[in-house]
């Protein structure tokens, strides 16, 4: 089988410069819309230093991603059901487990995502934030980078300080940006334009706008009552927004970023995944 022709699923990481600008509420909710959409969608808590994506969906993660490492487990027993049927497999926080893995822990860790290649159609992954190597690695691999900006100065720099990276160091030709916490679409695609007047200035690289959320009060009350704002807030600015955007996935066709096709670092298909 020829795994870079033969794979299904394509890999959405979401990443920030900054922290705290609404990585975690957009991988959740885009992840739970695609669902709902009727896609077969994987959640992924990357960020292994503070997950928190199960606890925004209320769910009891008896067992982490640390497991299908330092457990050897296997990813059926990792798996969590979310809301439409969303499949999450749940970070572990503090465990000292990174992403800074040997290879050959790494190598394990794509092995068990190997046979969900082909049976999902998007797998949604949320990162910690912070240029480290090992993130990096992660987002690069992706097919689609979704780089998640607000309008703070300092996110701003920091987004620019992570596209130069991401752009420089490994070779992304195209990051997609969902402008977060916006006053409205209009000052969420004047924020666009000015950051990609910025990275055009100094960066060969393009930028698509898939779309803004609005800052939305309806986000912190999803998060007091652990339930996902596009399933308990359906008819929030913000889970209009979301659902916005995940309808943009659903109808894009994404071609692989460079690094893409390794799909989690998994150059060819392997076999005896369980
Ligand atoms: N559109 C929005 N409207 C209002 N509040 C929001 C919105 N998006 C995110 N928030 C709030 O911003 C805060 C940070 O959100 P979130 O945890 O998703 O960010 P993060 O980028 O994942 O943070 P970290 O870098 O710590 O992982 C939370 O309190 C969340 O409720
Ligand atoms: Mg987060």
């Not at 033969?6 to 957009?26: E, F, L, Q, Y």
């Not at 969906?57 to 439409?84: F, H, Q, W, Y």
């Not at 097919?143 to 752009?167: C, I, Q, R, S, W």
């Not at 960066?203 to 007091?224: K, M, Q, T």
């Amino acid at each position: 089988m020829n795994f870079r022709r033969d794979r299904n699923a394509r890999v959405i990481c979401v990443t920030s410069g900054k922290g705290g600008v609404g990585k975690t509420n957009v991988s959740v909710n885009l992840a739970t819309a695609l669902a709902a959409m009727g896609r077969k969608t994987m959640l992924v808590d990357g960020d292994v230093g503070l997950a928190n994506a199960n606890i925004l969906l209320g769910l009891n993660a008896p067992t982490t991603i640390a497991d299908l490492i330092t457990r050897n487990a296997c990813m059926k027993d990792v798996v969590i059901e979310g809301p439409s049927g969303l499949c999450v497999v749940p970070g572990h926080s503090g465990s000292g487990v990174s992403l800074a893995m040997p290879a050959s822990d790494r190598r394990r860790l794509a092995e068990a995502f190997r046979p969900y290649a082909d049976r999902l159609d998007h797998i949604v992954v949320d990162t910690a934030s912070g240029i480290h190597a090992e993130t990096l690695e992660l987002v690069a691999d992706s097919d689609t980078v979704l780089l998640v900006l607000n309008d703070e100065p300092t996110a701003f720099m920091d987004a620019y300080a992570m596209v130069k990276v991401l752009a420089s160091d490994h070779g992304c030709a195209e990051i997609a940006i969902v402008t977060n916490m916006v006053a409205s679409d209009h000052s969420g695609r004047e924020l666009f334009r000015h950051f990609k007047e910025v990275v055009r200035r100094f960066l060969r690289v393009d930028l698509v706008h898939l779309g803004s959320v609005p800052r939305d009060n309806h986000v912190r009350e999803a998060v007091f009552r652990k339930r996902c704002l596009v399933e308990a807030f359906p008819g929030a600015r913000a889970s209009v927004a979301f659902n916005k955007l995940a309808r943009r996935f659903v109808d894009r066709v994404t071609p692989p970023t460079i690094g893409g096709h390794r799909f989690f670092g998994l150059e060819e298909a392997l076999s005896g995944a369980c």
